[in-house]
């Protein structure tokens, strides 16, 4: 479960999260969707705790990720927009690196990395160093990597930017096996379609603020549009910026 | 918390190992200092010594007049050539560095027993005709104090004698390398703390801004790990490369003067042990300590590799200057610059390979001075890993 209250962030003159609030329950897809600069890897980092907020709240699982970052982060596994994979290690390395960090080791972590390789299909590059790899096999070992320590809370910031067809199936699917095994799963898009296929929970961001949020069904009888992309383009009163 | 920052360090060493490029450039760049060091000096100093050693050209007018004078000098490594008539004019206009003049009432008076003058023709202005000159007279003296004994001998009376007040010359050169074979011990420090501030200073750049620009920093530190313990880990590895790096170079040039072959070409016989190697090696360890630190705190303020790389090298610039100053202007130290960073070292590593004793308390000073700069540039760096502009970088914020 992951709780966001009040939260306020500005880089200088910028406002880049204007009094953001929302929750992300376990067991449910909650999709952050917003035109691009709209500020979903504000609120995502803030969240993750990588950057500071000026003001509100965010936590996991009931730890503040502020005061308690070491509790909060243990219980959360991040795909950040850029992959950041350590290109002289392999994809295997890559991954072991952040089980060990987490504390896991020996055979019950590779074990756990047999199960995320075979998860993500990825059994030909495992052992291939990462230089040189395309962005979807990156997107596979960045998301194993985030998985490793089977986290509750998942947050996944723009998980099919930049992915060929098969590799966003593939993507899709291990989003729907976590929200399956009862994780909460937060993901960040500006592609309104794939919002509209999963999402259980929708968070719509314009201008660095919520400007509304609730099921798929809600946010259709709220704008009075049949179809749920219309009723985003009404809500964020323009089509700039989304997909 | 120490099998994670072994975690993290294991990490670092091979991520670096594995760019075979940039070790290699590392590595080289600190190893061809040794090795052009003893290259350079060896060449200098054969140089000297071939000149002393070449036998000295010494044109001579009149050297029928004293063939044993003549066959002595010739004994004695100089090349005696005729004198062309006009030797005055001819050392005037610089044509020869020295004539030597016997008059033809030489050998009357050497008969005879009485002072038998020789006139040596030089031209004081001419700086290199003064050492040819000097060589000159030096074995025209020894000549006529070995006659005059012989002459003591044959009249009953003991050359010692007629030798009043000998002077005997005591060199204070310590341990047991001569002058010129110690001097070359002076440029030990410069091999080292080139090494010392060049070893990890790709590392320490390419572990801070390196990874921030590769964009693996910001998941890194979404890890649930103090941060702390990742700047200690990454400190650790770049740490434990420069002492790596700076024992190679230290062996590598000690060694390489205790090569037979090489002292045959430099003309240096200088054998330094290993106990020597380790203890000088021990002596800088607070200033890599000090050194990696300081690397490590301006790369990470740093916000791109590029700068990083251009404050880094202004800090190694700095660091190794005073070594290469010092080794060619021996300035005696005051009591205070022992205890400065660097400096301080750099006496204790030229003495302890000399063989003196060093001074425990002013080793432990400056030792414990150092370490501590080290250490303040270690905490700074924590707090900038626990500030958000270490992920963002870019002044954004």
């Keep these: ?243 | 918390m120490l099998r994670r920052l072994w975690t993290i360090v294991q990490k670092e060493i091979i991520d670096n190992l594995r760019d075979r490029r940039s070790v290699g450039n590392a590595l080289f760049a600190v190893l061809i200092n040794p090795l052009l060091y003893v290259v350079l000096f060896g060449f200098l100093n054969r140089t000297f010594s071939e000149q002393a050693e070449r036998p000295l050209s010494l044109p001579v007018l009149g050297a029928a007049n004293a063939p044993n004078l003549v066959q002595f000098l010739d004994q004695n490594n100089v090349d005696i050539t005729e004198a062309p008539a006009d030797a005055e004019e001819a050392v005037r206009r610089g044509d020869l560095a020295v004539v030597l003049v016997i008059p033809d009432d030489f050998g009357e008076s050497f008969t005879r027993g009485a002072p038998a003058q020789v006139r040596l023709l030089v031209d004081d202005s001419n700086q290199s005709g003064s050492f040819a000159a000097s060589r000159a007279q030096s074995l025209i003296n020894q000549y006529s104090n070995q006659i005059g004994s012989l002459r003591l001998l044959a009249r009953g009376i003991s050359p010692a004698v007629s030798n009043a007040v000998p002077v005997e010359w005591v060199s204070t050169t310590a341990g047991t390398a001569d002058g010129v074979d110690s001097a070359v011990l002076n440029l030990l420090p410069v091999v080292m703390m080139t090494a010392v501030f060049y070893g990890g200073f790709y590392l320490a750049v390419d572990a801070t801004a390196g990874e921030r620009e590769r964009k693996s920093l910001e998941p890194l530190l979404l890890n649930p790990v103090p941060r702390r313990e990742f700047v200690i880990g990454k400190f650790l590895a770049v740490f434990a490369f420069t002492l790596l790096a700076t024992f190679l170079a230290t062996a590598l040039f000690l060694v390489l003067l205790g090569i037979p072959q090489v002292q045959q070409f430099t003309n240096i016989q200088l054998n330094v042990g290993w106990g020597v190697i380790l203890a000088a090696v021990g002596l800088i360890i607070p200033v890599a300590f000090m050194a990696v630190a300081l690397e490590m705190l301006v790369a990470s303020y740093a916000r791109s590799v590029k700068e990083a790389q251009t404050y880094t090298q202004l800090i190694a610039f700095a660091g190794f200057l005073p070594s290469l100053f010092l080794s060619v202007l021996p300035i005696r130290p005051q009591e205070w610059m022992y205890l400065i960073p660097t400096i301080g070292q750099l006496y204790f590593i030229t003495d302890m390979s000399r063989g003196l004793p060093l001074d425990t308390m002013q080793v432990a000073a400056c030792s414990l001075l150092t370490a501590a700069i080290g250490a303040a540039a270690l905490l700074a760096t924590m707090r900038l890993y626990n500030r958000e502009q270490i992920i963002l970088g870019k002044a954004t914020a």
């Design chain 1, 1 to 243: 479960m992951i709780q966001v209250t009040h939260l306020t962030k500005s880089f200088g003159p910028v406002q880049a999260v204007r009094d953001v609030s929302f929750d992300a329950p376990d067991g449910l897809i909650t999709g952050l969707l917003g035109p691009n600069g709209a500020g979903k890897s504000t609120t995502m980092r803030l969240v993750a705790g990588a950057l500071e907020p000026d003001s509100g709240q965010t936590t996991i699982d009931g730890f503040e990720t502020h005061t308690h970052r070491l509790e909060a982060q243990s219980r959360l596994g991040v795909l950040t927009d850029a992959h950041g994979l350590y290109q002289r290690l392999t994809a295997r390395e890559n991954i072991r690196y952040y089980g060990r960090l987490r504390g896991l080791g020996g055979k019950e972590l590779e074990a756990r990395i047999d199960e995320l390789i075979a998860l993500l299909d990825m059994a030909d590059i495992a052992n291939r160093q990462t230089e040189g790899f395309s962005t979807g096999e990156q997107g596979k070992v960045a998301i194993a990597r985030a998985l490793v320590h089977q986290p509750q809370n998942v947050m996944l910031d723009e998980p099919t930017a930049g992915l060929d067809v098969m590799s966003t199936r593939a993507m899709r699917g291990v989003i729907r096996k976590l929200r399956e095994d009862g994780r909460c799963l937060l993901f960040s898009s500006h592609i309104m379609q794939e919002v509209a296929m999963l999402c259980d929970n929708i968070v719509v961001i314009a201008g660095g603020r919520v400007v509304a949020q609730g099921s798929p069904d809600e946010l259709r009888a709220r704008t009075g549009q049949e179809n749920l992309e219309d009723a985003f383009v009404a809500i964020i009163g323009t089509k700039e910026g989304l997909i």
